[in-house]
C-alpha cells in the first residue's frame, strides 16, 4: 500500500475508513492519516455521498454484487470542495467474521483533458472536411452565377439593368471570398509559403490597424531583438492579423490596450509539451493579448469551430478565428487560447522556425535535467485556480527537489500561511477568483512574511492585462508557457 502509485482506502461494513496509503492523501488533497477514522462518504460529491450508504447496506444483505468486484468511472471530492473524475475498482475481503472493502482509486483528470482535446480536434476536422466539400461544390456554382452575369453585362444592356448587374457581381464575389476562407479552415487552400521576419510583417498590419480601430485603442509592441525566420503566407498573416487585433478592439467596446509580441521559444521538455499541447522543438511565437471582457470556458473550448460566433447581434459569422486556426495549421504550427472573464484573452501562434540544426555538445541551449539547479527540501506553495495547471506545477516542484504545498486561491493560499505552515517560496497565478489576486497576495506576504521569497506567472503575454489588478512592485512574471529550467533558475534565485 505504502508504495503503490494508486490510492488505495480499506473500509469496514460501516463505510469508515480503516487505512489509506500516502497516494490518497495526495489524490484528495490532505495527509493519508487524516482520513482514518473518517466515513468515505467525505470523499464523494454530495449527491452520491447521500446513496452511498445505502449501496452498501443492500450489498450486505442480497450479496448483490452492483459495485463490488466491478471497476467504474466515478467523481471524487478533493479537501478543498473541488469535484473530478477517477476510475474506482472495489474488492471485498472477511477479517475476524467481518467484511472490509478496499477500494483503489485512479485519477483521471489527465485522461479526461486528453480526450476532450481530442474530440475537440476530430470535431474540427470533421467540420472542416465538410466545409471543404461544400466550399468546393458552392464555388462551382459562383463559377456559372459570375460567369453569366459578365456575359450579360457584354451583351449592351440598360443602365438599370447595368446597376443590377453589377449588384449581382459584388455579392457573388463576396459568396466567392466566403468559399476561400472557408477552405483555408478546411486546410485546401492555396497557401504561397514565403520565407519572412514576423516582426516586419506585424509592423505592415499595425500601419492599417492604426487607421482602423480608432484613438480610444492603444496597441504596444514586443519585438525580440533577434528572430528566427519562418515559412508561412504573407497574405494570410496579414489576414490573421488583422483579424485577431479586430476581435481584440470588439472585446474592448469602451477602449483599452492590446499588445502585440513575437519571440522564439524553444519546447524542450515534456512539461512545456504537455502544458500547451505543442510538440517539442523551435518556434517563432506571436502573441497578441487584450484587457476586454475575455471569454466563458465554453466560449474558449468552441471558439475555432466555424459559424460559432458571441457577436451574431452584430454582424459576426463565426469564421475569423475558425480561418486562423486553418491557416496555422496549414502552415505546419500550432494555436493556443488562454482566457480570464474580466481580464482579456491572448492567443499564441506558434510557427516553426528556420533555423541550423543546434550541434550535439551545446549544452548551454539545451541542458540536460541533471543541469538545472535543484532545490534541498525548501517548502514552495503552488497557488493556481486551474486544477490542471496546479497539478502539473505540483510536479515540476516536486522534480526540482522542493516539497510542495497547494492553495485553489490568494485568499485560500493567505489563510494556510496565516496558519503559520512553514513556506519558503509562494509560486502563484496573477488572475485567480476571491478577494486577492497575484499582486494582492504578494502584498500581504511581504508584509507579514518577509522573508519569503514570492513568483508570479501569468498567462498572458504582459502586463498590459495584469497592469490594471494592482501595483506590480518589483516583481518579474514569469509568463506561460515556462520552460522546466526557467522554473528552476527563478527558484534557485529566490533561495
Known sequence: MEAAADAIIVSDSEG??????????????????????????????????????DFMAHHLKTGETRIIDIGRDVEGRRQDGTVFPLHL???RAVIDDQAVF??????????????????????????????????????????????????????????????????????AELGADLTSRLLVFARK????????????????ALAI??????????????????????MIDPVQLQSTLINLALNARDAM???????????????????????????????????????????????????????FTTKAATGGTGLGLAMVYGFVRQSGGHITLYSELGHGTSFGLYFPALRAARLADDTNLNADAGDMPRGNGQVVLVVEDNPRVRKLSLERVRDLGYQALEAANGDEAYALLRSGRHVDVVFSDLVMPGSL???????????????????????????????????????????????????????????
Do not use: W
Not at 469508515?16 to 488533497?29: E, V
Not at 487552400?189 to 505592415?204: F, S, T
Not at 490597424?209 to 519562418?230: C, H, M, N, Q, W
Not at 506567472?457 to 514569469?478: E, N
Open 16 to 53: 469508515t475508513i480503516l487505512r489509506a496509503n500516502p497516494a490518497s492523501g495526495q489524490l484528495f488533497g490532505c495527509k493519508s492519516g487524516e482520513l482514518i477514522g473518517q466515513s468515505v462518504n467525505v470523499l464523494m460529491p454530495e449527491a452520491l455521498a447521500k446513496v452511498h450508504g
Open 89 to 91: 475498482s472495489v474488492g
Open 102 to 171: 478496499i477500494g483503489i482509486l485512479h485519477d483521471l483528470t489527465e485522461r479526461h483533458a486528453a480526450q476532450e482535446a481530442l474530440a475537440r480536434s476530430q470535431r474540427l476536422d470533421a467540420v472542416g472536411q465538410l466545409t471543404g466539400g461544400i466550399a468546393h461544390d458552392f464555388n462551382n456554382l459562383l463559377t456559372v452565377i459570375i460567369g453569366n452575369l459578365e456575359l450579360l453585362q457584354m451583351r449592351g444592356t440598360t443602365e438599370k439593368q447595368i446597376d443590377l448587374i453589377n449588384d449581382a457581381l459584388a455579392s
Open 189 to 204: 487552400g492555396n497557401l504561397k509559403p514565403v520565407e519572412v521576419d514576423l516582426r516586419e510583417q506585424c509592423r505592415d
Open 209 to 230: 490597424l492604426k487607421r482602423t480601430i480608432g484613438e480610444r485603442y492603444t496597441i504596444r509592441t514586443d519585438f525580440a531583438k533577434t528572430l528566427s525566420p519562418v
Open 253 to 307: 467596446p469602451g477602449g483599452g490596450e492590446f499588445l502585440i509580441s513575437v519571440a522564439d521559444v524553444t519546447i524542450d521538455d515534456d512539461y512545456m509539451a504537455q502544458e500547451t499541447d505543442i510538440a517539442p522543438g523551435d518556434y517563432v511565437r506571436l502573441f497578441i493579448s487584450d484587457d476586454g471582457a475575455g471569454m466563458t470556458l465554453d466560449a474558449q473550448r468552441r471558439a475555432f469551430e466555424p459559424f
Open 437 to 495: 489576486n497575484g499582486y494582492g497576495l504578494a502584498a500581504k506576504v511581504r508584509e507579514m512574511l518577509p522573508h519569503v521569497g514570492i513568483l508570479l506567472t501569468s498567462g498572458y503575454a504582459s502586463d498590459v492585462i495584469t497592469s490594471k489588478m494592482g501595483p506590480a512592485g518589483d516583481h518579474r512574471i514569469l509568463h506561460k508557457p515556462y520552460r522546466h529550467s526557467d522554473l528552476a533558475e527563478r527558484l534557485y534565485a529566490l533561495l
